[in-house]
C-alpha cells in the first residue's frame, strides 16, 4: 500500500490567492491540538498540529506570479532526533508546556512512521486583504506499532504512547485540545472505550467519511482538575483482528522495472477502488536528469486500454542544470489500476558528481498525486476559524469529494558505478601517465620528417584554380 | 493395437494414475496469508503457470501453475526504497516445511524489533525455481522466459540481497552452502564471508559442495580435498544451471546464495534455533549495509570456504590455453602467405614446404559453405528438437521428451556426416591451402568464443579450452586419421559433458556404472535444453549455435580431401 507516504522533511512555501484566509485572524496566538485515532489494525495514530500567525509588513500583490512558485524535494532525508529538536524549538513553549511536553524523541522514534512537517503561508488579516500576516504550521504524525510498542497488548494510553501525561495548556495558547477518534464508539457493537469520558464530542467528515470526536479542551479546568493530569486511554473492547485494513478510494504505486544498468522503466501504478465513479488525477513527476527519459514511450493504460491525459506538460531536464518535469491530469475509470510508465536510460556521471557512497544508488523523487476523491457522505459547510486545525489539513472544496494530495514512495536507482577502489585508481592513473608518455615518445621515434613539395592538386583545386584564371586572380 | 500395447504409454498411464492416487502436493496458500498476516506481515499472493516447451520427466511436470505467497515486513519510519529477501523454494518433491516454519518463526521475531532499516520480504514460492523464476520477473516487471503470471501488488524497492533456505530435517548435522547461480554467476564473496562469518560464531559446521572444510593445510590431504571442492565447484559453475532457489537472482543484480540444512549420520546434531540464528546475524548485517555489497570479489573460485582463488590468479591459465589456438593460427598464417607470394618470392626459403602454383589463390568462397553449412547444422541442433518432437511422437513409439533428446542426439551425430556432404559442394582447386583457410578460421572462431565464455563464466570457458583446445590445435587432414579422429571424437562437447557428468558423479563419491551414466546424461540433455527455455540459461544455445558448429569446422578438416 501506498500508505508509506515519504518520510522526508517537507517544507512547502505556496504563495498564490488560494490558501489566503478569509478572515481576520488573531495575532500572535498559538493554537494546539492533538488527534489520536485508532486504526483498524490495531495501531494508533497520533498528530499533532501546533498553528502561530503573526503581522508582518508585506502588502498583498495582485494574482499570482508563478516565477515564485518552487517545488523541491529530498527524497532521500530520513528524520531523526536533529530533526525534531530545532522543529520542537519553534514552539512558543518549546516542550515545557502543553501538548509538547508529549513530544520526547525516544518515544516519538520508536514508531512505524513518523512525518515531520513545518508549513509557512501569508494569510489576510482583513476581509479586504489589505495587510498580511504570517502562519506557522508544524505537524507531527506518528502511528504507533502495536506489534512493537504494545508488546502484544492493543490498549493505549497517552502515558505508554509518550511515556508523559498532560498536566497543563501553554500558557501562550488560545486554544489547546485533544480528540480521539471514537467513531466506532458511538456506534452500537461498540468496539473501543475511552477514559476518562469526555465532556463534549465533535462530529465531522474526514476524508470523505463521517468521524466522531471525543474533545479534551486543556483549558477547560474540568479535565485537568481532577487528577492534576490528563492520562487518556483507549482500551479495545473487541480487539481488532488480523483483517486488512480497508482500501482507499485512491492509493498508488511506484518501482523501477528492468534489470541491468544500461536501461530501465518507471511505472507507476495509479489505483481507483471506487466501484462506479471515475475521476481525474494530477499527477506530477520530476526525475533527476541523469535519468535520461524517452518521452514517446510514455505510454498511459488502465484496463487494457490506452488511456490520453487530458492535459501533459513536460519540460526536459537540462544536464546538471535542471530535472525532468512531467505533469499530466490522467482520468481514472472506476475500479481500474492504471500504469503511467516512462523508459529511461541511465547517464554516466562525471567522476566528481559521484555521491560518497555510490553504490548505494540515486534516488528520485516520488510522485506527486493531487485529486479530488469522491466521498460517500456530503460534507456540511464548515466554519474555518471555529473548526479544528486539522480540518485544513484535508479542506473539502466539493460536497462530494475531497481533496487528497499523496506522495508515492521514492525510488532507489543504482547507476553504473565505476569502481572507485584504490587499486583501480591506481591502475587508472598509470596507464594514463604511460599512454601519454609511450603515445608521445613513439610518435616521435617512429615519424618520419619530410619537406612535402606543393603537389599539383586534385581535381577540386584545378576546377577554382580555372576560375580564379577567369577571375583574373592568381591561382592557388 | 490397443492403447495399453505401447510400453511407454503403458508406463505413462502407470504414472498417471499414480500421481492420481498420491495426494496431490500444493501450498497451503490460504493458511500461509493466514500465519503471515497473524505474524504482522502486508501479505500478498501470485499465481502464475508456464507450459513448459515438453514434459519435464524428472520433475514430472509439464504444464505447471502455482501460487507464489510473500509477507513484507515494512521497516519504521523507512520509505520502502530497499529491501532484503528470505526465500524458500516448495515443491512436490521437497515440501520444505521446515524452513517455512523457521521462516515465520523469524518473522515473528524480526516484526518486534525496530532496528530494520530496510525491508524484508518473506518469500515462499511454489514449484521450486518457476515460482522463483515468476516472482522475480513480476517484480522487475520483466517478461524474460513467456511465463504468465500475475502482477505483484506489493513490492519494497531495490532488492539488496537474497537468501535462500533449503531444510528437510528439524535438525541438522551442517549447513551447505551454494553460491552459482544460473550461467555460472556468482555472489558477491563477502556475502559468503558474512554466511561463514556467522557459522564460526556460531559453532555451526558448514560444508561447500557437500564436502568439509579442511583443517590441516600442511599436511597433503588438506589441499587434495581443496582441489576436490574447486573441481566441484568449476562443474556446478559451468553447468550454468542455478545451484539452488537463489540463482535466479543474481542476473538482477541482487546478491544471493542459498542455504541447504543437511541431516546426515552425523552424531552432533543443532536444532532450528543455531540456523535461525545464523540467519539472523545476516539479515541484521546486511540491514547495516550503506551501498550494495561490492568491495569484494565476484569472480572467484573455491577451494573451502575460508580460502578463494581470485580472478588474477585462475584467468592466465585460461589465457595460457587460449594462446596455443592464436599461436597455432598464426602459425597457419604464416604458411599459407608463403604459399601464397609465388614461386619467385618464396625461393628465398628453399628448404621449406613446395611453393604452389601462385594462381592457387584461396577464395573466401571454398570457405562460405563449409562454415555455412556447419552453422546450419548448429541452427538445426538448436530448433529441431523443440519444433519436432509432436512429429517425432507421432511417427515414433517414445514420448515427447524422448523425442526432443533423441532428435538432440540424431542432429549431433548427422553432423558428423557433414565432411561427406560439404565436399561435393566444394571446388577441389587448392585443397592443401583451402583447408588451412578453414583451419585458421575455425581457430581463430574458437579462441574468440572460448575467450568471451570464460570472461562470464571462467569454469565453462576453461573446461571446454582444456578438451577443446588440444584436438583442435592438432587436427590436420594428414597422419593416423582413426586416431585423429577419435581424440576430436573424444573432444567434442557432448563427449566433454559425458566426461563432466562421470567426473562430478566421481567427486560427489556416487561413481556410475556406464548405463547410470548414459541414462544420466539424457535426463542431463533433457535438463539442459528446459533450463534454456524455462530459466534462459546459456549452455544449450551456446553449445548449439557456437561451439558445436566451431567442432564442426574441425572435423570437416579432419576429412578434408586432399
Redesign the interface.
Known sequence: ?AA?A???LLVLLLLGPGVWGQTEPPRDSLREELVITPLPSGDVAATFQFRTRWDSELQREEGTDHSFLRYAVL?RE??CTENLTPWKKLLPCSSKAGLSVLLKADRL??????SQAVHIRPVCRDARCASISWELRQTLSVVF?A??TG?GKQDWSLFRMFSRTLTEPCPLASESRVYVDVTNYSQDNETLEVYPPPLTTYQDVVLGTRKTYAVYDLLDTAVINNSRSLNLQLKWKRPPG?E?PPTPFLYA?R??????LHNG?L?TLLYNTHPYRAFPVLLLDTVPWYLRLYVHTLTITSKGKENKPSYIHYQPAQDRMQPHLLEMLIQLPASSVTKVSIQFERALLKWTEYTP?????F?VSPSVLSALVPSEVAAQPVDWEESPLFNTLFPASDSSSYFVRLYT??????LP?P?F?MPYNVICLTCTVVAVCYGSFYNLLTRTFQIEEPSKGGLARRLANLIRRARGVPPL | MGLLSDPVRRRALARLVLRLNAPLWALPVAWLE?TM??V?L??YTQSFSRKLPFPDETHERYMVSGINVYGIL?A???????SLVLTVPCGPESPNSQAVGLMLALAAHF????YWAKDIIFLVTEHDLLGSEAWLEAY???NVTGMQSSPLQ??A??IQAAVALELSSDVVTSLDVAVEGLNGQLPNLDLLNLFQTFCQKGGLLCTLQGKLQPQDWTSADGPLQGVQTLLLMALQQASGHPHGAHGLFL???VEALTLRGVNSFRQYKYDLVAVGKALEGMFRKLNHL???L??SFFFYLLPALSRFVSIGLYMPAAGFLLLVLGLKALELWVQLHEAGVGPEEAGGTPGSSPPLPATQRVGLASLVAPLLISQAVGLALYVLPVLGQHVAAQHFPVAEAEAVVLTLLAVYAAGLALPHSTHWVLSTQAPDRSWMALKLVALIYLALQLACITLTNFSLGFLLAATMVPGAALTKPSGPRPLRAALLVLTSPAAALLGGLFLWQRLQEAPLSLAEGWRLFLAVLAQGVLAHHTYGALLFPLLALGLFPCWLLFWNVLFWKR
Open positions: 500500500m508509506t515519504p518520510l522526508s527524497p530520513v528524520v522514534f520508536h514508531t512505524s512512521y513518523h506499532d506489534f512493537v508488546q488480523n486488512a504505486q518501482y523501477v522495472s528492468g534489470y541491468g522503466e511505472s557512497d555510490p553504490n548505494h544508488g534516488y514512495e521514492p525510488l532507489l536507482v543504482s558505478t569502481d577502489s | 493466514w498476516r497473524s504482522g502486508e501479505v515494512r519504521p519510519r523507512a520509505a520502502s526504497t530497499e516484526r518486534g524489533q525496530i522487475h516487471d520483466v506489493g513490492r524497492g531495490a542476473r538482477y543484480r550503506l551501498e550494495r561490492h568491495q
